[in-house]
């Protein structure tokens, strides 16, 4: 804040009552400091248990949920504004210590009250900020305590009805069980019996088979001696297959050649067939192939010789035409001469005075000196082709622009088909 401007010095008689003043100013700027001191410890401790709270919500949330986190930053946020008031407070101790070394009249009583009151007023505010939060973190911990056991309730009663599912199917499975042990003990009872049965009849058997072990034995022998010559027989048979599948795998490798023989036999009695109608066809389009290349060059020459003709006659008339332009140009200046000299005569019978008559021959003589394309320059160029006379510069630029023909009659020049003349 600005220093306000200091009032002017009272006189010399009052100075014992401004060191009164200044004594108990003093002690109410100690009484201040002090209550600024307890404050500042007050807010360290609120500052600190409530980072102990937070640690300990952290600690038992297991990581803590989204909202949690936001009021944990906006708790460190009002932290550091908190920091930032003791700062400014420790800053505000310092200036009123400065104040009180000063003299009276450089202080500012009323501005420093006011600073102490905002600051006080910034840090109950951050107080009760920090107590709402506090209280809002226990509601939300709270709420979230309920929320998890009402999910562990849901997921017990789950757990219990998928048991009770499980009880009823084993129940079932166990009354169909002991419905199937009571038909297999009837059933293990009709066996016993039909058991006791066979057993007789297995007696009876047995001296049956005593009899006709002694009868097995000799057909064993019997049997021994046919197996030997069987098993010589079937020796004999596989040798036998062996050659016949040899032969029939031949004989079929054989018939799969025939058959492809006799294919390609026929696609090529095809293409023969096309081949020679083809050959025929051929014969027949370069014959009339030749005929036609007779007729045409017959005609080409008829075509050539009316073409040297038309040639001819083009050329004639060109040449021709040249003439008649040429002449018709000749023609042209003549008449332009003859009407110069009608007016020189008509000039002549017009003017009576002599001077006036050399004047206007005097500028005509002069227009026949300057070059007919600029109008500015006078002639000193001749073209050789068709002797008409310009302005070199003239000629010079109609070359260089490749507009190589004379301005009057359209006659083409060269390089060396125009020279300089010199009139003096």
Do not use: W
């Amino acid at each position: 804040q600005p220093p306000t401007p200091q009032p002017p010095p009272p006189p010399r008689a009052k100075e014992p009552e401004r060191s009164k003043g200044r004594g108990g100013d003093r002690g109410g700027d100690r009484e201040r400091s002090r209550d600024r001191d307890k404050e500042t410890s007050s807010s360290s401790s609120s500052s600190s248990s409530s980072s102990s709270r937070d640690r300990d919500k952290q600690k038992g949330g297991g990581g803590g949920d989204d909202p949690k986190k936001k009021d944990s930053d906006i708790l460190k946020q009002l932290r550091i504004e908190l920091k930032k008031a003791q700062e400014s407070q420790k800053e505000m101790k310092l200036l009123l210590d400065m104040y009180k070394s000063a003299p009276k009249e450089q202080r500012d009583k009323v501005q420093l009250m006011a600073a102490e009151k905002k600051t006080k007023a910034e840090v109950e505010e951050l107080r009760v900020r920090i107590r709402e939060l506090e209280e809002k973190e226990k509601k939300e911990s709270k709420k979230m305590a309920d929320e998890d056991a009402l999910r562990k309730i849901k997921l017990a009663e789950e757990q219990i009805e998928h048991l009770q599912k499980k009880l009823a199917a084993t129940k079932q499975e166990e009354e169909a069980l002991l419905s199937e042990m009571d038909v297999t003990g009837q059933a293990f009872e009709d066996m016993q019996e039909q058991n006791t049965r066979l057993n007789l009849q297995l007696r009876e058997k047995d001296d049956a088979n005593f009899k006709l072990m002694s009868e097995r034995i000799k057909s064993n022998q019997i049997h021994k001696l046919l197996r030997e010559e069987k098993d010589e027989l079937a020796e004999q048979v596989l040798a036998l297959k062996s050659q016949v599948d040899t032969q029939l795998l031949v004989v079929q490798k054989l018939e799969e050649k025939e058959r492809v023989l006799q294919g390609n036999l026929a696609t090529v009695e095809k293409e023969l067939t096309l081949r020679s109608q083809a050959l025929e066809l051929n014969k027949r389009k370069a014959v009339e192939a030749a005929q036609l290349a007779e007729d045409l060059k017959v005609q080409l020459e008829h075509v050539q010789c009316k073409l040297k003709e038309i040639q001819t006659c083009m050329a004639e008339n060109r040449a021709a035409k040249e003439k008649e332009s040429f002449n018709l140009k000749r023609a042209q200046e003549e008449i332009s001469r003859l009407r110069r000299k009608l007016e020189k005569q008509r000039k002549v019978e017009v003017y009576a005075d002599a001077d006036e008559i050399l004047q206007e021959e005097i500028k005509e003589y002069k227009a026949k000196l300057t070059c007919p394309c600029c109008n500015t320059r006078k002639k000193d160029a001749v073209l050789t082709k068709c002797f008409h006379v310009f302005c070199f510069e003239c000629v010079k630029t109609r070359y260089d622009t490749r507009q190589r023909k004379c301005p009057k009659c359209n006659a083409a020049f060269g390089a060396n088909d125009f020279h300089r003349i010199y009139i003096s």
